[in-house]
């Protein structure tokens, strides 16, 4: 069981930045592909970055690409998104995942909700015009 709780959000105007932070509980967070997500208003919720288990690999959707850093730090149970340049449009609640499986990114569909198995609550990110 892990249980993951976001924390970093708030609002900012656009071209600002914001850094998410998802704390972990358990001793196997070092296993597990993290993931973010958002969702906003009215809408689905969408993959926005992933990191595998052991940091080398990362992977981020197209409309955050260049403006977004996935990370994690094993050692304290975290993973963090550094968001810059932000835009109206970034504006959702932040959601972590964590992907219990083991296996490589390369071999998940790691932009589809369904790979994950532990949420967090989310952490709601306003950005103004």
């Known amino acids: 069981q892990v249980q993951l709780v976001e924390s970093g959000g708030g609002l900012v105007q656009a071209g600002g930045s914001l850094r998410l932070s998802c704390a972990a509980s358990?001793?196997?967070?070092?296993?597990?592909?993290m993931g973010w997500f958002r969702q906003a208003p009215g809408k689905e919720r969408e993959f926005v970055a992933v990191i595998g288990w052991s940091g080398g690999l990362t992977r981020y959707a197209d409309s955050v690409k260049g403006r977004v850093t996935i990370s994690r730090d094993n050692a304290k149970n975290t993973v963090f998104l550094q968001m810059n340049s932000l835009k109206p449009g970034d504006t959702a609640v932040y959601y972590c995942?964590?992907?219990?499986?083991?296996?490589?990114?390369?071999?998940?569909?790691?932009?589809?909700?369904?790979?994950?198995?532990?949420w967090g609550q989310g952490t709601q990110v306003t950005v103004s015009s």
């Open positions: 995942a964590a992907d219990g499986s083991g296996r490589s990114i390369l071999m998940r569909t790691y932009y589809s909700r369904e790979e994950y198995d532990y």
């Open positions: 358990g001793r196997t967070f070092s296993r597990y592909n």
